[in-house]
């Protein structure tokens, strides 16, 4: 079931999602200060190509101090506008009885936006 989801996630938008964020991580890899912010992003990405059967959940020994302090960096440099988006997004979903997997996964997605640092994708 986890399959069919993600391969109708990927045709209804979830592709152009993915490389939103590969993109955009790419460009923060060209700075060494961006480059954390980017494999974050890189990492989002992975997981926004594939989200059902997936979840990000915190790593063993985490979170640590640097990781609090990376999320409040990548909150106040305006990363949360990601998490709006896919909170919008998953609100615009659960519209219809048919979206409602998708917009739990845009739920997911906001969540593992909001605060990327000290996780892993499982």
């Known amino acids: ?3 069919i989801g993600n391969v109708f ?15 955009y991580g790419m460009l923060l890899c060209i700075t060494i200060i961006g ?4 494999v974050q992003l890189m990492k ?3 997981f926004v190509l594939w989200p059902f059967g997936r979840d990000l959940v915190d790593k063993p020994s985490e979170p640590g101090c640097l ?11 305006g990363w ?3 998490a709006v988006g ?14 409602i997997p998708f917009g739990l996964q845009h739920f997911k997605l906001a ?3 909001l605060t990327p640092f000290g996780k892993e994708i499982k």
Request: proline residues 2%; contains cysteine; charged residues 5%.
């Open 1 to 3: 079931m986890n399959t």
């Open 9 to 23: 996630w990927l045709l209804l938008g979830g592709i152009v999602l993915a490389l939103w964020y590969f993109v």
């Open 35 to 38: 480059i954390p912010f980017g």
């Open 44 to 46: 989002l990405g992975a």
């Open 67 to 77: 990781s609090v302090l990376m999320n409040v960096i990548w909150i106040f440099t």
């Open 80 to 82: 949360w506008e990601i």
């Open 86 to 99: 896919h909170l919008f997004f998953g609100l615009l979903c659960c519209i219809t009885v048919i979206g």
């Open 111 to 113: 969540k593992a936006s």
